[in-house]
Nanobody
Framework: VQLQASGGGLVQAGGSLRLSCAASGHTFSSYHMAWFRQPPGKEREFVAC???????YYTDSVKGRFTISRDNAKNTVYLQMNSLKPEDTAVYYC???????????????????WGQGTQVTVSS
C-alpha cells in the first residue's frame, strides 16, 4: 500500500488542523492505520492509531484534543487536531500495517508502510 499524507501547515496555538492520509489499493480496510510525529531534533513518536475494527488509541498528550478516524470507502485516515500547542510542532507521518497487534501499536518499527510526512507548525 502507498500512503500520501496532506493537510499540514502553520497555525496559531489554540487552532485546528485536519491531516489526511490517502492510501492506494483495494485492501485499505484490512490495515491498521496510525499517525506518528517527529518533533525537531527528537525521535519519531506515536500519536494515535485506529484498528481495522475502528478501535482507537492515543498518546496521553493528545487525548481530548486529537481524533483519529478512517473512511474505508475513501481509503483515507484522518487526524483532526484541535487546541493545538507549540509542542505539537512536528512532521506528522501516517503508517499502516496489516498484522500489528495491540501490544505493539506504539512501536514505529512494527509498521510496514509509511507516508512521506507533512509539517505541522504551531506558533505561540
Amino acid at each position: 500500500v502507498q500512503l500520501q499524507a496532506s493537510g499540514g501547515g502553520l497555525v496559531q496555538a489554540g487552532g485546528s488542523l485536519r491531516l489526511s492520509c490517502a492510501a492506494s489499493g483495494h485492501t485499505f480496510s484490512s490495515y491498521h492505520m496510525a499517525w506518528f510525529r517527529q518533533p525537531p531534533g527528537k525521535e519519531r513518536e506515536f500519536v494515535a492509531c485506529v484498528s481495522r475494527g475502528r478501535s482507537t488509541y492515543y498518546t496521553d498528550s493528545v487525548k481530548g484534543r486529537f481524533t483519529i478516524s478512517r473512511d474505508n470507502a475513501k481509503n483515507t485516515v484522518y487526524l483532526q487536531m484541535n487546541s493545538l500547542k507549540p509542542e505539537d510542532t512536528a512532521v506528522y507521518y501516517c503508517a499502516a500495517d496489516r498484522s500489528i497487534i495491540v501490544s505493539y501499536y506504539r512501536d514505529p518499527h512494527k509498521y510496514d508502510y509509511w507516508g512521506q510526512g507533512t509539517q505541522v507548525t504551531v506558533s505561540s
